[in-house]
């Protein structure tokens, strides 16, 4: 029984670090009832049982040794037969109020979500679930942007969070440590893990930006607008892939970048990128769309020293005319880094 503990604690310890999604899809669901104190679990899980851990919040940190000590903890292995789980957990009146962490390890994947154990059934306060009251009026007010009620299974989570995002603000707290705890329980697509894994440049542009980036969608959105500011401002005309990507998936029109030739791409990203750092999202695109349709007016009215482009992949017409003459394609700076 000790040795099974320990495993379960180890592999606790290992998923921290990499800071595992709460809602990961096809896996474990789980929801906490505030009107009956029960927590559910419900998925599939193909090893065929789940390590659950319930446990105070600030066992999170130091989970190794909180969760053996800790008389308000519970730690359990449960059937999943067939690969289904199904299983409901009545929090006991002997667990005070406060803000607790409800883990499943199932394998290799990890699933988490933080629950307020309170006196009523409409929800806890910040004081009832131990989080930071210096700063109340913010951190309420920036999970009213969530725009989640008080009694759903959203609220300890978003409280969590809000109070993560004021203290980063604040400098009260690092980006780095926001993303290891805060993010636990947040559905976030293990972002923690991929800042680990950046090269140190853009690390730490990552953690000037992310501060003041705009949280009120979803982590990932905010998370994903820092990674691009700074693959641009590290990487510049080398980020241009990148930032192409960014900009499809937020459904922005590129038609008229489409039908720039290659040399043109190029000389736009120089031109946008050139002894700029952009530090908010909106800027980087009013500039990205205001160097598009210049660089496009350039191609197709060239002056006498202008170089054109034979050929675009893109679809669109080198411009003619005038004393230009044909290149087939300007060759990349090859020694820029790209983002992973």
């Known amino acids: 029984m000790k040795n099974q503990m320990l495993k379960i604690l180890l592999i606790m310890a290992v998923s921290v670090l990499l800071c595992s999604s709460a809602f990961a899809e096809g896996g474990i669901d789980i929801n906490y009832d505030v009107t009956n104190r029960a927590l559910s679990f419900d998925g599939t899980c193909e090893s065929g049982f789940v390590n ?111 109070e993560g995002i004021i203290l980063m603000k604040k400098g009260t707290v690092k980006a780095e440590d926001f993303l290891h705890y805060y993010t636990t329980a947040t559905g976030s697509s293990d972002i923690a893990y991929e800042y680990d894994n950046l090269e140190d440049e853009l690390k730490a542009e990552v953690k000037r930006l992310l501060p003041g980036q705009t949280f009120t969608q979803s982590l990932d959105d905010a998370w994903g607008d820092a990674m691009i500011l700074a693959n ?81 992949d893109g679809g669109g017409g080198g411009g003619g005319g005038g004393g230009g003459y044909s290149i087939s394609d300007k060759p990349k700076d090859t020694e820029k880094r790209k983002m992973k």
């Open 52 to 162: 659950i851990t319930i446990m105070p919040r600030d066992c999170a940190e130091d989970a190794d040794a909180c969760i053996t000590t800790h008389t308000h903890s519970i730690l359990l292995t449960v059937s999943a037969e067939g690969g289904i789980l199904n299983k409901d957990i009545v929090i006991g009146d002997t667990f005070p109020t406060g803000c607790y962490l409800a883990w499943a390890d199932c394998g290799e994947e990890s699933y988490k979500r933080y629950f307020a154990v309170t006196t009523s059934d409409t929800g806890a306060t910040l004081s009832e679930m131990g989080l930071n009251t210096t700063y109340s009026a913010e951190i309420e007010a920036q999970r009213a942007t969530y725009n989640v009620a008080a009694g759903s299974s959203d609220f300890a989570d978003m409280s969590v969070l809000s």
């Open 232 to 312: 641009v401002n590290v990487n510049e005309a080398a980020a241009e892939d990148d930032l192409i990507s960014y900009l499809t998936a937020k459904g922005e029109d590129l038609t008229t970048y489409n039908l720039l030739t290659n040399y043109y791409k190029e000389l736009m990203m120089s031109s946008l990128t050139a002894d700029k750092s952009y530090d908010d999202i909106a800027t980087l695109i009013s500039n990205f769309k205001s160097e598009v349709s210049a660089k496009y007016t350039q191609m197709n009215n060239p002056s006498g020293d202008t170089y054109t482009d034979g050929g675009n």
